[in-house]
């Protein structure tokens, strides 16, 4: 069902409102008029200049093995943050590549002002026995939903080994060097240079994030979208209730404002013919196994889920496709040498959703973009297909335009000893970088603090120098983001 009128299309238009002063003395919030851009679908990836990209070895090269500068006897992790707390970094920064909506500070917040962990937790308001003897939480739900679309690629990172599932989460060890003439004081950790995407999954772990974004409700949605008057809730005020509820709804607004084209989420009952999940799963498979645009047919297309909600697919394919936009944009800026990409499909957030309907919806998003553009540095793409055989059939179809992309299972790149990356049969990925994921949220710096079985997140974290780079309170954290933006958020430091 497309929902169509003049109404609506004059209201998008018109849908403005004026400062309105809050409840905290001396602070206004406004949100105005959207560029002409609002609500379409991107079709391009973002051009990133030079001087967006942190420094990094054109050279560097995931099929050997290096020594670091880390002793074998030290933790990867806590040694790479210390440097940088002593301002001694031995890894770069991220390039932050997010979508043109997101608001600078923001931005800032998501990457300054996240808990030290978050295992299965969002905001927590006072009161939750959770906050007990920590400081406020400071980012709302829907600053995290807002997550989704900014995403931290780290140019080097330093891995001690590759990360494998063997009845948990570990990784296969590289080991150490010899030391300096035998002597085991000297000895030094032997790593594997690769990227890592901080890419954060879709957030459907519970009720309150994404499906808080997508769903249906009853009463309709108008998007609003949020102008250069607009001011961020500061932390104490979050804290209240009403306030926190106020400004996330504005937040959602902006959201359903970029990622519609009505600008609008219309009342549940305004869609008695939702798609059945297997009717969705077929919709989208379509769209990425056949020629026409899905970006033109998705447009009013809603779907009954599992536990009865109903939601936008155009919302949510609209924002997969800012998700792979926003990643492969970095990758190819950062990677000349070539790149071998690896996903693994979410499970614990796509509890309120479904994994089927969230892999279609990111190889639909990708099938977009290939169609539209050349990804020049891609030299493989391989997906974990063990709870979903179809994915490798789907991952070809989706990139079928782009010409000498391998598409293959991940577990057979990694074959080697105890499960180790091996490309003696992909000649593609010789001198390429291996792309990697941690698979967090926006709520936690689980990659800093979480233990190595606890998660992919705790493996990829305690075994490389990814922590480092993206260590909250690092002066250069902001340097490299795409688009740029002027960051003028608080100026404690994290906790």
């Known amino acids: 069902m497309t929902l169509t009128n003049s109404r609506l299309q004059s209201s998008k238009q018109e849908r403005t409102l004026h400062c309105q002063k809050s409840q905290n003395p001396g602070k206004e919030r406004a949100v105005v008029m959207a560029s002409t851009t609002a609500g379409k679908t991107p079709k391009t990836l973002k051009s990133i200049s030079q001087s967006q990209i942190p420094p990094l070895d054109p050279a ?3 099929d050997i093995l290096n020594v670091s500068q880390i002793l074998a006897n030290e933790g990867p992790r806590g040694s790479h943050l210390a440097r940088v707390r002593e301002g001694k970094a031995l890894v770069p920064p991220p390039l932050i590549s ?51 679309f900014v995403t931290p690629v780290v140019g080097k990172c330093e891995m001690v080994g590759d990360y494998r599932w063997n009845g948990g989460h570990g990784v296969a060890l590289f080991g150490s060097d010899g030391g300096e003439e035998g002597d085991w004081r000297t000895k030094r950790l032997m790593v594997r240079t690769c990227v890592l995407s901080a890419s954060i999954q879709m957030d459907f772990e519970g009720p309150k994030v994404m499906m808080r974004v997508c769903k249906l409700d009853g009463s309709e949605v108008l998007g609003q979208n949020l102008g250069d008057a607009w001011e961020m809730l500061d932390t104490e005020s979050k804290q209240v209730e009403e306030l926190r509820r106020e400004y996330d709804d504005t937040l959602r607004r902006h959201m359903v404002f970029h990622l519609t084209a009505d600008g609008r989420l219309p009342a549940r009952n305004e869609v008695p013919n939702a798609m059945r999940h297997d009717e969705t799963l077929k919709f989208l498979e379509g769209g990425i196994t056949e020629a026409h645009e899905i970006a033109d047919n998705v447009v009013g297309k809603y779907a009954k889920l599992h536990n009865d909600r109903i939601v936008s697919l155009e919302l949510l394919f609209n924002t997969a496709v800012h998700q792979v936009r926003n990643e492969f944009s970095a990758l190819e800026a950062m990677c ?110 689980n990659i800093e603090t979480e233990w190595e079985s606890g998660s992919l997140d705790g493996a990829i974290g305690s075994n490389g120098s990814g922590a480092a780079s993206l260590e909250r309170n690092r002066p250069d954290l902001l340097d490299f983001v795409s688009p740029v933006i002027q960051p003028h958020g608080e100026k404690e430091k994290a906790s």
């Not at 000349?336 to 639909?364: C, H, K, W």
């Open 336 to 445: 000349s040498q070539g790149y071998v990409y690896t996903y693994d499909p979410a499970s614990i957030f796509a509890r309120e959703i479904g994994a089927e309907l969230l892999n279609r919806l990111m190889l639909a998003a990708l099938r977009h973009l290939s169609n539209n553009n050349t990804l020049s540095n891609l030299r493989i793409f391989a997906i974990n297909d063990y709870a979903d055989r179809s994915l490798v059939g789907l991952t070809q179809k989706a990139l079928e335009k782009q010409i000498g992309v391998r598409v293959v299972p991940k577990h057979e790149l990694f074959r080697g000893r105890g499960g180790q990356y091996d490309i003696e049969k992909f000649k593609e990925a010789e001198g390429a970088l291996l792309v990697i994921h941690n698979n967090s949220d926006g709520f936690g710096q």
């Open 98 to 148: 997010s979508s043109e909506f997101v608001p600078g500070p923001v931005v800032e917040l998501l990457m300054r002002r996240k808990k030290a962990s978050a295992l299965g937790v969002k905001f927590t308001a006072p009161g939750d026995f959770r906050t007990a003897g920590r400081k406020p939480d400071e980012i709302t739900n829907m600053e995290g939903a807002l997550h989704t």
């Open 60 to 62: 560097s090269r995931s």
